[in-house]
């Protein structure tokens, strides 16, 4: 009797055993969650809730939105290095990713080794605006009333080291004009308070300032890049008005831990690339001043490296000391 209940025991076993592996999951079996490194109403926040519903259908599966913010993306940044690679905990990141490392002493993961590019999803230029108590209709009127009046001017940024901060600083820096660093949590609290007039100016990106400067809460007074965006026509370039070469602009890309296997990168760059390029979103996304890329996972992996290596050398030339 005893044999024979070890025998029993022992098919069932191996029944159990067959059944578990002949039956993997495919992925996606569950949720994923898209981590924001930042708070709601910025850039990252506003494209990944565009893009969402579009992977989420792509997918087969619910992807929800999960902000993350705090210490310039670095709490969001290192909470996915961390997860498993599995594909169902990934992230935007925008330019912070490659600028943490060259200006704050500790970053709890690193850049280029702790997670496996997706996709290049997007390129936006940002824009110099003001608010409207600030007299200045023009950026060559904005730098003389800075050089006339130090120490009355002050902007905000989402954070030391976000990409407006340092591409006010270079700004700055160019134009030989000072203004008190402001810095946030997050490029909703910079829109939010330049709106009330606690700040003066910020490089906003244009999906964050374009309904403000459509209402004429705020002021446009350059594009940061060398071209017009089509979002914003009327508006001059920073290097056609005043500083001729300027040219800044952030991105944004999706990255997942490092690990994750490819089979699941590339179902998730599948995903990317069809969600951006459905009708509603390009619309969404164009409208607000997007250049809509949509890449194979080595050219985010390759622009992610020559943009460390940028905010780098421009680091140098504007002489920021690295933060705790």
Do not use: C
């Amino acid at each position: 009797m005893r044999k024979f209940l070890a025998a029993l025991a022992t098919a069932a076993s191996l029944s159990f055993t067959a059944e578990g592996s002949a039956q993997p999951q495919p992925y996606p079996a569950g949720p994923i969650r898209l981590t924001v490194p930042y708070g709601t109403g910025g850039l990252t926040d506003i494209v990944a809730r565009i893009v969402a519903p579009g992977l989420a259908d792509s997918l087969g599966q619910p992807v929800i939105v999960e902000n993350r913010p705090g210490a310039n993306g670095r709490i969001g940044h290192e909470y996915v290095a961390n997860a498993r690679p599995d594909g169902y905990t990934i992230s935007v990141a925008t330019s912070e990713l490659a600028v943490n490392p060259v200006l704050f002493k500790r970053v709890p993961y690193d850049a280029l080794k702790d997670f496996s590019p997706v996709s290049l999803v997007m390129l936006v230029p940002t824009v110099l605006v003001v608010h409207p108590s600030v007299q200045a209709q023009s950026v060559q009127e904005l730098i003389a009333f800075a050089k006339a009046n130090p120490g009355k001017l002050n902007y905000g940024s989402a954070g030391t080291g976000s990409a407006n901060h340092l591409v006010t600083e270079v700004f700055m820096n160019a134009a030989g004009i000072e203004a008190l660093h402001i810095p946030y949590k997050g490029g909703g609290a910079v829109m939010a308070d330049l709106v009330g007039g606690q700040i003066q100016f910020t490089f906003a990106t244009i999906p964050a300032a374009i309904s403000h400067v459509s209402s004429g809460r705020l002021r446009a007074l350059g594009i940061s890049t060398l071209k017009r965006s089509p979002a914003m026509p009327d508006v001059p370039t920073v290097a056609e008005s005043a500083l001729p070469g300027f040219d800044a602009s952030t991105w944004l890309g999706i990255f997942a831990p490092k690990d994750t296997p490819p089979a699941v990168v590339d179902a998730l760059n599948r995903a990317v690339l069809k969600s951006v390029q459905r009708a509603d979103i390009v619309e969404r996304l164009e409208a607000q001043g997007a250049e809509i890329v949509g890449s194979a996972p080595a050219r985010l992996r390759s622009h992610l490296s020559a943009e460390i290596a940028r905010w780098e050398k421009l680091a140098k030339e504007v002489k920021f000391e690295k933060a705790e």
